[in-house]
Nanobody
Framework: QVQLVESGGGLVQPGGSLRLSCAAS????????MGWFRQAPGMDREFVAA????????WYADSVKGRFAISRDNAKNTVYLQMNRLQPEDTAVYYC?????????????????WGQGTQVTVSS
């Protein structure tokens, strides 16, 4: 069993930055591919970024490529999402998720574990 706890959300002005963290319990964190998803009101959950279990491979949604960066520290059981040049359309609840040997990292249905989410609001 893996428990995930996100932190770092908040209110930021357009063009600003935030760094989200997701702390995982358990000793098997390094065996999980990790992803970030987001969900805006009335919208489906949307893939944002993912990182392989060793951290060597990353994937991004086109809408965040070049602005967001996912990373992980397996020694600290933590995955991060650095978000730069935030825009109002980035406003959503952001979730981290974990899964093993994922064949399609963009598919939320393949992830086994989810955090409770953290709100990110981009507004002036």
């Amino acid at each position: 069993q893996v428990q995930l706890v996100e932190s770092g959300g908040g209110l930021v002005q357009p063009g600003g930055s935030l760094r989200l963290s997701c702390a995982a319990s358990g000793r098997t964190f390094s065996t999980y591919d990790m992803g970030w998803f987001r969900q805006a009101p009335g919208m489906d959950r949307e893939f944002v970024a993912a990182i392989s279990r060793g951290g060597a491979i990353t994937w991004y949604a086109d809408s965040v490529k070049g602005r967001f960066a996912i990373s992980r520290d397996n020694a600290k059981n933590t995955v991060y999402l650095q978000m730069n040049r935030l825009q109002p359309e980035d406003t959503a609840v952001y979730y981290c998720a974990g899964g093993q040997s994922l064949s399609r990292v963009r598919d939320p249905d393949l992830y086994s574990y989810w955090g409770q989410g953290t709100q990110v609001t981009v507004s002036s």
